[in-house]
Each structure stands twice: as structure tokens, then as C-alpha cells.
């Protein structure tokens, strides 16, 4: 499985970006997928994700009613649509996606779950 991000950048406060994650190896309208973000010095932290095999998302609250999750079958992709982005919101954000299994809810949160990772795409917010 290889998982490719990409979309990051540099962008004002309040503006959006859109991320891109490209999949092989894995059919991601069969998978659990999700996105998460890391800064220098702290843990990898769950942004949000999709459910592997019903309709359903996942957020973490700092994001909740700015960020979108959301899958493209047709072209094996995965996105992130980033809107009222925030000086925080810079990270470098990773996808991952969830190979076997079908997770409970909660799990979905959890990086342990996550069976492969794609390299991160940097995103950066300027206030």
C-alpha cells in the first residue's frame, strides 16, 4: 500500500486549502481513512476520518464545522477541505488508512489503529 499526500502550503488566516491523498495498493471506498497532524515537538493528532464500510466521518473538535473529509472512488482519493484555516492548523498533515478489520467508532481516533501512512504535506497558516 502506498498513500501519497499532497495539497499543503503556505496561506493566510481565514483561507482554505484542499489535500490530496492518492492511494495504491489499497481501494479506499473499502477502507477506513483518515487524516492526522503533527507539529515539531508533539504527538501525531488525529484530524478526521471516514468510516470503512458505512457512511459516517469523524472530527476532532478543533476542526469540527471547518474541515471536510471526503472520498473520490472513482479516482482513488482521498481529501481534506480545509476552510477558516487557523495559525494552528499549521502541520504537516498525514493520511492513513485502516487496511483490515472494521474498527469500533472510537478506534477511528486512535493512531494505533491506522496500518499504513502516507509522507505528510506541510501546511502553513500565517496570521
Known amino acids: 500500500v502506498q498513500l501519497q499526500a499532497s495539497g499543503g502550503g503556505l496561506v493566510q488566516a481565514g483561507g482554505s486549502l484542499r489535500l490530496s491523498c492518492s492511494a495504491s495498493?489499497?481501494?479506499?471506498?473499502?477502507?477506513?481513512m483518515g487524516w492526522f497532524r503533527q507539529t515539531p515537538g508533539k504527538e501525531r493528532e488525529f484530524v478526521a476520518a471516514?468510516?470503512?464500510?458505512?457512511?459516517?466521518?469523524y472530527y476532532a473538535n478543533s476542526v469540527k464545522g471547518r474541515f471536510t473529509i471526503s472520498r473520490d472512488n472513482a479516482n482513488n482519493r482521498v481529501y481534506l477541505q480545509m476552510n477558516s484555516l487557523r495559525p494552528e492548523d499549521t502541520a504537516v498533515y498525514y493520511c492513513?488508512?485502516?487496511?483490515?478489520?472494521?474498527?469500533?467508532?472510537?478506534?477511528?481516533?486512535?493512531?494505533?489503529?491506522?496500518?499504513?501512512w502516507g509522507q505528510g504535506t506541510l501546511v502553513t497558516v500565517s496570521s
Open positions: 471516514l468510516r470503512k464500510s458505512a457512511p459516517g466521518t
Open positions: 492513513a488508512a485502516i487496511g483490515m478489520g472494521n474498527p469500533i467508532s472510537s478506534a477511528y481516533f486512535s493512531l494505533s489503529t491506522y496500518t499504513d
Open positions: 495498493g489499497l481501494t479506499v471506498s473499502r477502507a477506513g
